[in-house]
């Protein structure tokens, strides 16, 4: 008791005294604090354990259900029936090995994107870990990084920080020194030392249990269709299973039969590929896009991307590369080239900002004056402009000539404009006597400084390709709009001379006319690209959001898919469902893709598994009522499923198919599986009366069921299939073989009788002929109906 006294008294002294911002912790101190367990808390990883994931894919209902259901086959004896065992077990097997390997990759991806902290220790600056951040560490905070750790404010230029992860609250909190700031924030603008006084589990995000990249639920219209068919199948798979077993025994008195038959119905009710499927399509899915380079770190985030028709973006790091250089200093008349040179260098050496802006003025004026600001305003999106005061010389401001001047001249705004229209992004510099005001007024204009951005090499065709594949492109951008239209119309963006002033737009404005009249949206505040994107969603689309900086956090988390990349800020990378670790936006494509891929491949295969489900239903409700042994023995739906369903659905799954995503799932699945589940329940009851007229044993008409219900399915997988491609051709003419073979050289193993039966001949080759248009026929006949 004595020493955890002690040790709280020394926590207490520790956390009230002030380290020095440029000094910090020495080494022997970080020691002390890592011995004593002071550190801050390992990252939460993305993905899930590997004992999470073998629970998750073993501890299931329909696997319990077969269990229960292989226990009481192993009490008849007849324990080749277990071989359905095998398979369940088998696509167990491949679900774990598939959700490991996306594991993998996505944890190695994540190391890369994981955000280290700047700290002073022993008086110099070092990037260390989160996990091995101390308490007491000062951290170096500046615009776009995310807080990982509680902390004090020892020294800022001017801080503001966006608290709306933790308090709801949207707008910007200026902090001065003395200031607490709390863990899960994030820095709009400014720099500061902060000592970290609350890390791990006693920082402020933690007791709150609230992350960013927790915050948003991604929909899935894929998860929920199939999650509604479970649902469903559980509450009647073994009400249905105990009807009927109750109803053959008491029928025939045999209870190994019952069971048999019973199994062999409930069998066919479990989809026990579907799930798996779509586990392993997603976790293939995070694996190719691993190898473009592209973090997911929401599976089901790759469905909603492929559902996107509106796509939102800035021009800085999408349509351009990002490499802004001054090309110009355009001083007025009462000014010189030279003056303008010191002013501009002692802003940008005053406040240090780490803007792509900013830094392609320090690029442009790396000689520092020297002068001494006495007051500092950094940089934000929200403002547009930057600035210092600097004693007797005045207070110089640097930024977006509409939001330094609010009523720009109309000489000014010609010059702005004319070069804005050349695709410039125009800077002004302007200066007044005395300190800052809330709205700086008795403003002078020095001159003009025009920055370049390079378009991206790629950018064209990805464009042309999103158009192609019906997703509007629309640009929100914090430029000026002539400059933001001129290079989206360089870059080919359809509409992009359509473009709006979002500075000169009232708080009252009609934003969901705003976005169907405009595609470029210019000096676009954060609160403002949040509202266009819930204009966006309110007229019926799905949109994603690119970003890069701080100030598409509110966007990003408001879109219905967000992107970001991987050199942009803490802040951004850590709401994003996707990064672009190659800050390549070609990689947008590929995305696009693989999202099409697994949900139209999905939506093929699922129909498939669908078909044995439904006729195991129906067939489970009429033969409780008909005095006649369940068609199907467990051991002969092994086959059906594996050669028709299992074995093919996996080849699909991976096959190339990029059509644009129409929606409504389960009505597209159902469009094929329906049909054939139907024309198998009419050919099992066609051959049950035909058998009976000419006095066929169960075991014969069992044959013929298994040889239709085989023949129904390949007509369904052939239609789900197409456009055929030789690897598919070759693969199904393989399997029909198998089936064949089936009934060749392996009948006695499946229970089924010779084929070679006058008797047995009659029956089945009329109904196998009919098979292939009796289908079409019911298919086309449900989609008229649906329609």
């Not at 939001?403 to 410039?424: D, I, L, Q, S």
């Not at 392996?746 to 047995?760: R, T």
Request: aromatic share 8%; net charge neutral; proline share 3%.
């Amino acid at each position: 008791m004595r020493k955890d006294v002690t040790d709280l008294e020394t926590n207490e002294q520790i956390n009230h005294r002030k380290i020095d911002p440029h000094a910090g912790l020495t080494l022997d101190e970080v020691n002390e604090r890592v011995l004593d367990g002071r550190k801050n808390n390992p990252l939460k990883p993305m993905t899930r354990s590997i004992k999470r994931i073998f629970a998750d894919n073993t501890l299931t209902l329909f696997n319990l259900i077969n269990v229960t259901i292989a226990c009481f086959i192993i009490y008849t004896g007849s324990y080749k029936n277990l071989l359905f065992l095998g398979v369940a077990l088998c696509n167990t097997a491949m679900g774990i090995f598939q959700e490991i390997r996306a594991k993998r990759q996505v944890d190695k991806l994540t190391i890369l994107t994981q955000a280290k902290v700047k700290v002073v220790r022993s008086g110099v600056e070092n990037l260390v870990e989160q996990p091995d951040l101390v308490q007491d560490d000062v951290m170096v905070l500046a615009a776009g990084d995310q807080v990982c750790a509680d902390g004090i404010v020892l020294e800022t230029t001017g801080l503001e920080v966006d608290e709306s992860q933790l308090t709801g609250e949207a707008d910007a909190v200026r902090k001065t020194e003395n200031d607490e700031i709390m863990s899960g924030s994030f820095i709009i603008s400014g720099r500061a030392y902060v000592q970290a006084t609350a890390i791990g589990a006693e920082s402020f995000i933690s007791k709150l249990s609230l992350e960013a990249k927790q915050e948003k639920t991604v929909y899935s219209e894929l998860l929920r269709s199939i999650k509604t068919i479970i649902k469903i199948l559980t509450f009647i798979i073994i009400p249905l299973g105990l009807i009927l077993f109750f109803s053959q025994l008491s029928k025939s008195g045999d209870i190994n039969a019952s069971i048999l038959g019973t199994a062999a119905a409930m069998i066919g009710m479990i989809p026990e590929g579907l799930v798996l499927l779509t586990s392993i399509a997603l976790a293939v899915g995070v694996i190719n896009l691993a190898k473009h380079r592209v973090l997911v770190k929401t599976m089901p985030a790759i469905e909603t991307l492929a559902r996107v028709d509106v796509l939102c973006l800035d021009k800085t790091g999408t349509i351009t590369n990002g490499n802004l250089n001054v090309t110009d200093v355009l001083p007025e008349h009462n000014y010189t080239v030279a003056e303008m040179d010191e002013a501009i260098a002692a802003i940008v050496y005053a406040l240090n900002d780490n803007n792509a802006t900013s830094l392609a003025l320090q690029k442009a004026f790396p000689n520092n004056p020297g002068w001494q600001a006495t007051e500092k305003i950094p940089f934000s999106s929200d403002r547009k402009w930057s600035g210092a005061t600097f004693g007797h010389r005045g207070t110089y401001i640097i930024g977006a000539p509409e939001f330094v001047f609010r009523e720009m001249h109309p000489k000014h705004a010609e010059k702005v404009t004319a070069f804005a229209e050349k695709g410039y992004r125009v800077l002004c510099l302007a200066k007044k006597a005395g300190s800052f005001q809330a709205e700086p007024t008795d403003l002078q204009l020095v001159g003009h400084v025009l920055v370049a951005d390079e378009l991206r090499n790629e950018a064209r065709d990805t464009f042309r390709y999103f158009k192609e594949q019906g997703v509007s492109i629309r640009v929100i951008s914090g430029d000026n709009p002539v400059t933001v239209s001129n290079v989206a119309m360089q870059a080919e963006i359809e509409n992009g001379d359509r473009f709006i002033d979002m500075s000169r737009v009232g708080e009252g404005a009609d934003f969901a006319e705003l976005v169907r009249e405009f595609t470029v949206f210019g000096r676009v505040t954060p609160h403002q690209k949040k509202q266009l994107i819930l204009a966006f969603q309110s007229e019926g689309h799905t949109v994603a959001m690119t970003g890069d900086g701080v100030n598409d956090v509110l966007a990003l988390k408001e879109s219905n898919c967000s992107i970001a990349m991987a050199e942009g800020s803490d802040a951004t990378t850590s709401v994003a469902d996707f990064v672009l670790l190659d800050n390549n936006f070609d990689s947008m494509i590929h995305v696009l893709k693989e999202g099409r891929r697994v949900i139209n491949n999905i939506e093929r295969v699922a129909s498939l598994y669908l078909i044995k489900t439904i006729y195991s239903v129906i067939l489970t409700i009429i033969f409780t009522f008909v005095n006649s042994k369940y068609p199907f023995q467990p051991i002969q739906l092994s086959p059906i499923s594996s050669l028709t369903v299992g074995i093919p659905s996996f080849f699909l799954a991976i096959k190339p198919n990029y059509k644009r995503i129409q929606g409504e799932f389960l009505k597209k699945v159902l469009h094929n599986a329906f049909p054939a589940a139907f024309a198998v329940v009419t050919y099992i009851i066609v051959t049950m009366l035909l058998g009976q007229l000419v006095h066929l044993t169960f075991e014969q008409t069992s044959t013929i069921n298994v040889l239709l219900t085989g023949a129904v399915c390949f007509t369904t997988l052939i239609t789900v299939a197409k456009p055929f491609d030789f690897k598919i051709k070759v693969l199904i003419r393989l399997l029909m073989t198998a089936f064949v073979c089936l009934f060749l050289f392996a009948g006695q193993f499946f229970s089924l009788a010779p084929i070679w039966n006058v008797s047995m001949a009659m029956i089945y080759v009329p109904l196998l002929i009919s098979v292939y248009p009796y289908f079409h026929f019911i298919r086309a006949f449900m989609l008229r109906f649906f329609k």
